[in-house]
């Protein structure tokens, strides 16, 4: 049974266009994470949730942003995606922080192409 | 600066053969160490998480050591199958409030029958 998922797989825009990915989890979970992840690069942190606490990472462009109106929901926003935005958007949830050893179970991934 | 390094970049080996990967990190003061293991398209997955205190941890043919005092850990991987091919990432957490981790850029392993 999936237990991160992300919706959809595939998410193609136009440039400028905003976008929304989605991520739901059945772990209740309470830290969920968003990462960017380009062509044979390490995924790259956006930010995270500590439950409602919001927790932007410092180069996080502002063009990006974050809702979890829930536990088990959490979006994002890219308001205005450029060419560079173009990568695999992963969703990840852990019971606790990193520092923690919490196992960190990722969702399969939304493949966002911009046109 | 933390630094997660790994290596080799790319890896290609023979079906039922065994290999090693390499992952050197700075970071401090160190908390854990993952290993995830990504195909091709796909979200990681966890293989080991190991702490301060564990120097081996073993996931079937997957096996993690760590040497805290060198700051080195390795996946060893025993009789490799075709779809032990994809990418294998080394993860370093921070033991700090906000537990921040440093990724490697990953091995890309190759296995070809």
């Known amino acids: 049974d999936a237990m991160v998922i992300q919706n959809p797989r595939y998410q193609v825009t136009q440039f400028g266009k905003p976008v929304t990915l989605s991520c739901s989890q059945t772990?209740?979970?309470?830290?969920m994470y968003w990462y960017q992840q380009k062509s044979s690069q390490a995924p790259k942190l956006l930010f995270h949730y500590y439950d409602k606490d919001f927790n932007n990472e410092a180069d996080t462009p502002d063009n990006f942003q974050s809702r979890r109106p829930n536990t088990s929901f959490c979006f994002l926003d890219i308001r205005s995606p450029g060419l560079g935005d173009a990568a695999m958007y992963l969703c990840?949830?852990?019971?606790?922080?990193?520092?923690?050893?919490?196992?960190?179970?990722f969702g399969p991934g939304t493949r966002l192409t911009v046109l | 600066k933390n630094q997660v390094e790994q290596s080799p970049q790319s890896l290609i080996i023979l079906e039922g053969k065994n290999c090693t990967l390499q992952c050197n990190y700075t970071v401090s003061p160190f908390s854990n160490l993952r290993w995830y293991k990504q195909d091709t398209g796909r979200g990681p997955v966890s293989l080991t998480i190991?702490?301060?205190?564990?120097n081996t941890k073993s996931n079937g043919r997957y096996t993690a050591t760590l040497d805290a005092d060198t700051k080195q850990s390795s996946l060893h991987i025993t009789a490799s199958q075709l779809s032990d091919s994809a990418s294998y990432i080394c993860?370093?957490?921070?033991?700090?409030?906000?537990?921040?981790?440093?990724f490697g850029d990953g091995t890309t392993l190759t296995v070809k029958p």
């Open positions: 993860v370093v957490s921070a033991n700090t409030n906000a537990g921040k981790s440093t």
């Open positions: 772990l209740n979970h309470n830290v």
């Open positions: 990840a949830t852990s019971r606790g922080l990193a520092g923690g050893a919490y196992e960190q179970f």
């Open positions: 190991m702490t301060f205190s564990e």
